[in-house]
């Protein structure tokens, strides 16, 4: 077993990121306060195709020194947005036919292992504040929740690593 090198990796130019067919999945950060945060579910949106993100709220913008440090460029090649009221976006992505769903610890969420995806479906995920999570108007507003089962004593987990938890699952049911 040898490590690969860059070159061997068949990264993708950003002309060519541009043009592929992008994962049905599109990304809603509100109220997201850390820059960091931001950056990594930006390089998870750029590994895994995914279609845009809207930012939301207090979700800072890029160009940003700080979110660029964990982007590495990828802020150059998701598309994104933002908007102030995640309720506008959420009714935007509905006309359009958009499912919705809240990542989100609600009652009658669906677990993520047993959520199954429809592959003629478009998906938005909303992916809440790091200490209130998806605010109760926006869960309201999604077509469903899913929550990803936690066993230990902790009951949350960081955003960044929830988003990539969730997109590679729904990455992985498309692809299947």
Same mark, same amino acid.
């Given at each position: 077993m040898r490590k690969l090198e860059n070159s061997e990796l068949e990264r993708k130019s950003i002309d060519d990121f541009k043009v592929a067919k992008k994962t049905p999945i599109i990304i809603v950060l509100d109220d997201i306060r850390s820059l960091h945060n931001i950056g990594s579910v930006f390089r #998870? *949106?750029?590994?895994?195709?995914? @279609?845009?993100?809207?930012?939301?709220?207090? #979700? *800072?913008?890029?160009?940003?020194? @700080?979110?660029?440090?964990?982007?590495?460029?990828?802020?150059?090649?998701?598309?994104? @947005?933002?908007?102030e009221n995640v309720l506008d976006v959420i009714d935007t992505l509905k006309q359009n036919n958009i499912l919705v769903f809240a990542i989100e610890q609600v009652e009658n969420a669906t677990f993520l292992n047993d959520f199954k995806v429809e592959k003629d479906k478009k998906y938005a995920l909303i992916f809440g504040n790091e200490v209130f999570g998806v605010n109760q108007e926006a869960i309201k507003k999604c077509d469903g929740s899913i929550e990803i089962p936690q066993l230990g004593t902790k009951h949350s987990l960081n955003i960044s690593v929830s988003a990539g938890i969730v997109v590679w699952d729904l990455f992985c049911k498309f692809d299947s």
């Open positions: #998870t *949106a750029d590994s895994f195709l995914i @279609e845009k993100i809207y930012l939301c709220g207090i #979700t *800072a913008k890029p160009p940003n020194k @700080e979110i660029h440090k964990t982007a590495l460029g990828a802020t150059e090649t998701v598309n994104w @947005e933002y908007s």
